[in-house]
C-alpha cells in the first residue's frame, strides 16, 4: 500500500471518528490530509523509501490562534498523540504530544511559510522569480482528504502552476542554458581535450532540459533523487527521460561521444518541436539559443520581459 492511501485510510478508520465525537466545534475549521516533504506525497515511496518518516500519519490544519485557540489546538495534539500506534502492519512513533514533523496538529499560516515562503497563497514577483521548484511542488503535492474552512485549499489553489510569464521567463532561461551546455559548450570542450568539462556541460545541459521539460508540461519539479521518476509519467516529452539518463551515465570515450552529441540534437529537435506545437517561440529549427530570445519576447509583462534572460534560473 502507499504511503498516501495508507494516511487517507488511517484517517478514514480512526481519525474521522475520533474528531467527529470528540471536537464537533473544531469540524468547521479543519482541514485533514497529506501533502508536503516526503516520497509518499508524491506517490514516489517504495520498500526503499519506508526506512525513515514513514507511518499510518496524517496532517490536521488549523486557521490562526484568532479562530482556534492555542488550548484547543494542544488538546486535539495530545488526542491525535493518543490514536493507535500501529496500523495495517505499520508502527507510528512514539511522539510527544504536539504531532509530528510531518504529520499530526499544523498551523496552515506555519506550514505554509515554512514550506513556500508564503502565508497566504500570495507571491511577490520577485519570489515567483526565485522560489526553487521542489517547494512549491512539495506545497502543492499529495491530497487534501477534506477542508471544512477552505483556508488550504484557497493556498495550494493559488500556488498550483506559475504565472504565465513567470513560466515563460524560467523557460526561457532553461532554453539558453541548453544552448550553451549541450549546443555549443559540449563539443568545445571535447575539442580542448577535457572530458570531465564536457561531462559537466552535459550535466548542464540534462538538468536545463529536464526543468524546461516540466515547464512545457505546466508542472512543478520535484526534488531532483525524484526527478526522472516523475519526469517518466509526464504528459508530453516523458520519451527524453531514457537519453537523458544516457547522457548522464555514459563517458565521452571516443566511441560514445557521436552517439551523445547526436543525442543532444535530437533532444534540442524535440524540444524545439514541442515550443512551435505549443505556438510558444516564433523561430524555427533547433537553435535553442534563438528560441529563447523568442519566448523570452512573449512575457507580457514589460519589467520581467527587460529583465535579463537568466533572471529566473
Not at 490562526?64 to 495534539?77: G, K, P, Q
Not at 541548453?178 to 540534462?206: D, K, S, T
Not at 532540459?209 to 515547464?215: G, S, Y
Amino acid at each position: 500500500m502507499k504511503g498516501l492511501e495508507l494516511s487517507e485510510a488511517f484517517y478514514e478508520e480512526y481519525g474521522r471518528p475520533m474528531l467527529i465525537s470528540q471536537f464537533p466545534d473544531l469540524l468547521p475549521y479543519l482541514a485533514v490530509g497529506l501533502f508536503g516533504s516526503g516520497s509518499e506525497c508524491f506517490g514516489f515511496d517504495d520498500e526503499i523509501s519506508r526506512d525513515h518518516d514513514f507511518e499510518p500519519g496524517f496532517c490536521l490544519f488549523l486557521p490562526d490562534e484568532e479562530t482556534v485557540d492555542r488550548r484547543s489546538a494542544f488538546l486535539l495534539e495530545r488526542a491525535y498523540a493518543k490514536l493507535p500506534r500501529s496500523f495495517r502492519g505499520f508502527q507510528r512513533p512514539v511522539i510527544l504530544p504536539v504531532g509530528g514533523a510531518r504529520h499530526g496538529v499544523l498551523r496552515t499560516s506555519e506550514f505554509f511559510m515554512k514550506t513556500a515562503g508564503t502565508s497566504d497563497g500570495e507571491l511577490s514577483l520577485e519570489q515567483w522569480l526565485t522560489i526553487p521548484e521542489e517547494a512549491l511542488a512539495e506545497a502543492t503535492n499529495g491530497k487534501v482528504f477534506f477542508d471544512n474552512y477552505g483556508e488550504v485549499t484557497a493556498i495550494r489553489r493559488s500556488l498550483a502552476a506559475f504565472p504565465e510569464d513567470i513560466r515563460l521567463k524560467r523557460l526561457a532561461g532553461n532554453l539558453l542554458l541548453m544552448a550553451q551546455a549541450g549546443q555549443y559548450n559540449y563539443p568545445r570542450c571535447l575539442g580542448h581535450g577535457e572530458p570531465a568539462a564536457a561531462q559537466m556541460a552535459v550535466y548542464e545541459f540534462v538538468k536545463s532540459t529536464l526543468t524546461t521539460v516540466f515547464l512545457l508540461n505546466g508542472r512543478y519539479q520535484p526534488y531532483y533523487k525524484w526527478v526522472f521518476r516523475a519526469m517518466r509519467v509526464l504528459p508530453a516529452l516523458s520519451e527524453l527521460a531514457d537519453p537523458l539518463e544516457s547522457l548522464l551515465t555514459t563517458d565521452n570515450r571516443a566511441e560514445t561521444i557521436p552517439a551523445k552529441t547526436q543525442s543532444i540534437e535530437d533532444i534540442s529537435a524535440s524540444i524545439a518541436q514541442r515550443l512551435k506545437e505549443m505556438e510558444l517561440s516564433r523561430v524555427g529549427g533547433r537553435e535553442l539559443e534563438r528560441h529563447a530570445y523568442s519566448v523570452n519576447d512573449r512575457i507580457q509583462n514589460a519589467e520581467l520581459r527587460n529583465m535579463h534572460i537568466l533572471s529566473a534560473v
